[in-house]
């Protein structure tokens, strides 16, 4: 008999992976981690609070390029070319009230990296 061969993470042994080849168990368990780090840091939003700050803000707060001239995300599943940003990373404190939100474009946001716990 022939041995099914299934694909099974390096980091915890699951086998459900996404379109990108990343493994959805490791993706869920950093997702659970974030949240309830945001949850102890505390601060909170409405959307209507993130409404008004994006119409406030006619360029990405990080590389000041106006919305209209940022190339479209890669993955058509994202209408939009900006993203909420945190001044201070949820990783090293920041909470997510209004007043740590920032509106960046995917790129700048995708390209800032939280860095070493600084805690």
Not at 27 to 39: F, I, L, S
């Amino acid at each position: 008999m022939d041995a099914i061969n299934i694909k099974k993470c390096t980091k915890c042994g699951g086998t459900r992976f996404n379109s990108w080849d990343r493994c959805m168990d490791c993706r869920n368990a950093r997702g659970r981690v974030r949240q309830e780090r945001m949850k102890a840091n505390g601060g909170k939003h409405t959307a209507a609070e993130w409404k008004a700050l994006l119409a406030a803000s006619p360029t990405c707060a990080e590389c000041n390029r106006p919305w209209d001239i940022i190339p479209p995300r890669p993955d058509p599943r994202y209408k939009n070319v900006w993203t909420k940003g945190h001044k201070i990373p949820i990783y090293h404190g920041g909470t997510d009230d209004i007043s740590n939100i920032q509106a960046e474009c995917y790129r700048c946001n995708f390209e800032k990296n939280a860095g070493a716990l600084t805690r």
